[in-house]
């Protein structure tokens, strides 16, 4: 089991910056993979970005160039600092953990292969 906890969401103007953070616990060394998936009200979750144990990382086009996923794993800490943001950005943040090796290399095919979630935290851009 895995065990995780995001914060640094908050409200912020277009064009500005939030730097998200996942604390992780429980059996993080069979952690394979980990994850920041997004969903708006209404809108179906959506894969951001994720990073594998070699430190591979895939983005979601919509946000590649601005959100940078990272993983420092002597603090068991992961990491989505989001820059430009955008009003279409605004959703519920999830991390996530998998532990299945293989996984695609399509980002919105990833979903089904996480099973630890956080409860997520709200970011909100204003225009």
């Known amino acids: 089991q895995v065990y995780l906890a995001e914060s640094g969401g908050g409200s912020v103007q277009a064009g500005g910056s939030l730097r998200l953070s996942c604390g992780y616990s429980?059996?993080?060394?069979?952690?394979?993979?980990m994850g920041w998936f997004r969903q708006a009200p209404g809108k179906e979750c959506e894969g951001v970005a994720a990073i594998d144990s070699d430190g591979s990382t895939n983005y979601a086009y919509s946000v590649k160039g601005r959100f940078t996923i990272s993983r420092d794993s002597t603090k068991n800490i992961l990491i989505l600092q989001m820059n430009d943001l955008k009003p279409e950005d605004s959703a519920m943040y999830h991390c996530?953990?998998?532990?299945?090796?293989?996984?695609?290399?399509?980002?919105?095919?990833?979903?089904?292969?996480?099973?630890?979630w956080g409860r997520g935290t709200h970011v909100t851009i204003s225009v």
């Open positions: 996530a953990a998998a532990m299945q090796a293989g996984l695609p290399s399509d980002i919105a095919a990833l979903m089904p292969f996480f099973s630890y």
């Open positions: 429980g059996d993080t060394v069979s952690i394979t993979s």
